[in-house]
C-alpha cells in the first residue's frame, strides 16, 4: 500500500511538471496588463493603457455600454493618456518614438481620430504632461527644448492654441497640478532621485518661488490642493526616517504631518474638492491601501485589497471614484475601481495571461539574509513549483538603483520558473522603500558595498538545501546590468552566468554619454566626473573585465538614451578580445531595455538557449 502512494504521489508531480513546461515562452511574455486609469468629465468612461495589442495603447471602456474599445494605434505605442476634467471629445497623449523616450504632445479624441501634434515633432526634444487645469482651459508641461539639458515649465492655452513659458531655469523641473482656481501651479524641481523641492508659480504676481529650501536631502512628492486651496498634501520625508503625508502652507511653506507610518508611503492621491485621499503605505514590498474620508471623519483600512502592489491612484473628478492600478506576483496589473462613498472595491479590467492558467504562477517567500556588515537585506525567494533535487538560481537585481523589487508578474520570470530555475530577487542595500538611511548605504563610494551584497545572497543560497551552488546566474537591468558585471568581475568564481541587459559598464563614458539632461541627477548618485573621476573608473566593471570567467549574454536598445549602447559594445568588445564568451543582441527599434512583444520572444528565447548551453548542460 505504502508503495503504491508513493508512486500515486510520483505520478501526481510527475503530471504537475509535464503540466507546467508545456506552455510556451510566447504564452508567458504574452500576459497582458493594464495602467494608468484616466476618468472623462462625466465619469461614466475611463481610458487606461493596455498592451493587449503587444504595444502599449490607449483603450477606454464606459460604464454605461460595458464596451471597451482602442483609441490609438501607434506603431510605438503611447506613453500616457490624460483625459480633460470639462471636455469628453479632448485627451492629451504623449507618445515616442523607437524607444528614445522623446515623447512628443498630442491632442486625441474618443471618436478615434489620427493624433494631432501639441509640440513640434521634429526635434529631439522631451515634453512631459503635467496637468490640466481645473477648468479644462489650459495644460501644464515640461521640456528640454531650449538647450536640450534643462527643463523649462510651460502652459498651453487651448483658445490660443499656443504655448507660454511659466518658468525658466536650469536644472531638471517638472510641471504639476493646478489650483482649483488657476492662479496657483505647483513646479516639481529634482536635485537627485532623493533631493527634490516644491515651487509655486502665481498666476497674479507673474513669480516663481521655492516653497521648500532646505539643506541637505529631502524628499517632496505627490503636490495635491486642499480642499481651501491655501495649502497643499503631499509626500515628504522632512526630518524623517520614512516618507509620510504632510500639509504645507503655500505662503508660509509650513509643514504639518498628517500620516506619519513607521514605513514609506509610496502613492498619494486626493479627491478634486480636497475632502478625502487615498495612500498606500509600502510594506516591504507589498501594498497597504487607506482611506480618509475628512467630511465624515472616517478611514478605510488595507482589507479592502488583496496581497499585491499599488502603483497608481487617480479621482474622479466627482471625488466619488478612484482608479487603482494593482496586481501581485500571480495576477497581472490591472485596474480596479474603489467607491468611496459605497466603500465598494471592483476589478474592472481583466488582462489575460496568455493561456497559462493563474494556479501555474509562482508566489515568492519573503526572507533576509545577513550581510557582511550584518546588515537585513530582504529579498524576495521564488520556487519553482513541485522542484526536486538541487535547483538552478537566477540571483535578479533591480535597476535604479533607488528601484525595489516587488512580487509583481514578470512573464520571464514565470516562465523561468516553470523550466525549474528557483529566482531570488534581492532589494540590496540603496534600494527605496526602506527608509531614508537604507536608501544611502550605496551613495558614491560605498557603491560596492552594494555588490558585496550579492555576494552574500549567494552565500544564503549556499546555505539551502535545494540549491546547486555552482549554477548561480546573475541577471539584471539598467544599474542592475552593472550590478551583474560588478558581480562577474568581483566574484569571478561565485556565478555560472550572467546576463546583462542595457546596463552600465563604465561609470565615467556612461556620465560622458548618457542624456544631457539626466547627468547632473546621476552625479549625484554615482559621483562627480570632476570629483570622484579616480573612484568611478575604479569600480567601472569594464576596468576588470580580464577577471570575468563566466558566460554573459547582453541585451541592448540602440536608442537608448539612458545607458547608450556605447556601454555595451565596449564591454562586449573587451570581453571578445580577451577570448571571453559573450553573446550580443541589440534592437534598433528599442530603448532603455525591451518594450515590443516580439523583442522579447526573439530575445528571451535567446537567453533561454544560452541558459540551458551553460547551466543546465
Not at 21 to 33: K, P, R, V
Amino acid at each position: 500500500m505504502k508503495l503504491l502512494l508513493t508512486l500515486c504521489f510520483f505520478l501526481f508531480s510527475l503530471a504537475q511538471q509535464l503540466n507546467a513546461a508545456e506552455y510556451t515562452l510566447s504564452q508567458y511574455l504574452n500576459i497582458q496588463s493594464a495602467s494608468g486609469g484616466s476618468f472623462n468629465p462625466r465619469g461614466d468612461e475611463l481610458s487606461y493603457i493596455s498592451n493587449v495589442s503587444g504595444q502599449p495603447q490607449v483603450w477606454s471602456v464606459s460604464s454605461r455600454s460595458g464596451l471597451f474599445s482602442q483609441m490609438t494605434f501607434e506603431e510605438d505605442g503611447v506613453d500616457g493618456a490624460w483625459w480633460s476634467p470639462t471636455d469628453p471629445t479632448k485627451m492629451i497623449v504623449a507618445a515616442s518614438r523607437g524607444g528614445s523616450e522623446r515623447s512628443k504632445l498630442y491632442m486625441v479624441t474618443p471618436l478615434r481620430s489620427p493624433l494631432i501634434p501639441l509640440t513640434t515633432t521634429d526635434n529631439d526634444a522631451i515634453y512631459r504632461f503635467g496637468s490640466w487645469s481645473a477648468d479644462g482651459s489650459r495644460f501644464s508641461y515640461s521640456s528640454n527644448q531650449r538647450n536640450g539639458t534643462d527643463f523649462d515649465v510651460f502652459e498651453y492655452v487651448l483658445e490660443d492654441s499656443a504655448s507660454h513659458l511659466i518658468c525658466e531655469d536650469s536644472g531638471h523641473l517638472s510641471a504639476s497640478v493646478y489650483s482649483r482656481d488657476n492662479r496657483y501651479m505647483v513646479i516639481v524641481r529634482d536635485l537627485s532621485n532623493v533631493n527634490t523641492d516644491f515651487l509655486i508659480y502665481d498666476r497674479e504676481s507673474q513669480s516663481t518661488r521655492v516653497m521648500t529650501a532646505h539643506e541637505g536631502d529631502e524628499f517632496f512628492a505627490d503636490p495635491h490642493f486642499d480642499d481651501t486651496g491655501l495649502k497643499l498634501l503631499c509626500l515628504s520625508n522632512r526630518g524623517r526616517e520614512y516618507i509620510g503625508i504632510c500639509e504645507l502652507e503655500i505662503e508660509s511653506g509650513a509643514l504639518e504631518w498628517i500620516e506619519t507610518p513607521e514605513q514609506d508611503i509610496d502613492h498619494l492621491g486626493v479627491a478634486p474638492d480636497g475632502l478625502s485621499y487615498a495612500y498606500s503605505v509600502n510594506d516591504r514590498g507589498l501594498s497597504r491601501f487607506n482611506f480618509v474620508n475628512l467630511r465624515k471623519d472616517t478611514r478605510i483600512g488595507d482589507y479592502r485589497f488583496p496581497e499585491g502592489i499599488i502603483r497608481e491612484l487617480s479621482y474622479s473628478h466627482d471625488g466619488r471614484r478612484i482608479a487603482i492600478t494593482f496586481g501581485a506576483a500571480n495576477k497581472p496589473f490591472d485596474v480596479w475601481i474603489y467607491d468611496t462613498a459605497g466603500d465598494m472595491l471592483g476589478q474592472l479590467t481583466h488582462s489575460a495571461t496568455g493561456g497559462v492558467p493563474q494556479d501555474q504562477f509562482v508566489t515568492p517567500e519573503l526572507i533576509e539574509f545577513e550581510s557582511f556588515d550584518k546588515l537585513k537585506v530582504p529579498a524576495f525567494w521564488y520556487v519553482p513549483k513541485h522542484a526536486t533535487g538541487k535547483l538552478p538560481v537566477i540571483i535578479s537585481i533591480h535597476g535604479g538603483p533607488e528601484s525595489q523589487a516587488r512580487p509583481d508578474l514578470s512573464g520571464l520570470y514565470q516562465y523561468l520558473l516553470a523550466q525549474g530555475y528557483a529566482i531570488l530577487e534581492p532589494n540590496v542595500r540603496g534600494s527605496s522603500g526602506f527608509g531614508r538611511t537604507y536608501l544611502t548605504l550605496d551613495n558614491v563610494k560605498k557603491r560596492m558595498d552594494s555588490v558585496k551584497d550579492i555576494e552574500y545572497a549567494a552565500k544564503w543560497l549556499s546555505k539551502q538545501k535545494n540549491v546547486d551552488t555552482k549554477r548561480i546566474v546573475l541577471q539584471g537591468g539598467s544599474y542592475g546590468g552593472f550590478m551583474v558585471l560588478a558581480g562577474l568581475t568581483s566574484y569571478p568564481d561565485l556565478f555560472a552566468a550572467g546576463i546583462d541587459i542595457v546596463g552600465i559598464s563604465n561609470f565615467v563614458t556612461f556620465l560622458q554619454n548618457t542624456g544631457k539632461y539626466r547627468k547632473a541627477l546621476r552625479e549625484a548618485e554615482y559621483g562627480s566626473l570632476e570629483t570622484d573621476r579616480e573612484f568611478l573608473e575604479l569600480f567601472s566593471p569594464v576596468t576588470h573585465v580580464d577577471k570575468i570567467k563566466a558566460p554573459l549574454f547582453v541585451i541592448q536598445g540602440a536608442n537608448d538614451p539612458r545607458v547608450p549602447q556605447s556601454e555595451s559594445d565596449q564591454m562586449v568588445e573587451a570581453i571578445r578580445a580577451r577570448g571571453g564568451t559573450v553573446e550580443y543582441m541589440v534592437f534598433d527599434d528599442e530603448g532603455h531595455g525591451l518594450r515590443k512583444t516580439e523583442n522579447k520572444l526573439e530575445a528571451y528565447a535567446k537567453v533561454a538557449e544560452f541558459l540551458k548551453t551553460h547551466i543546465q548542460k
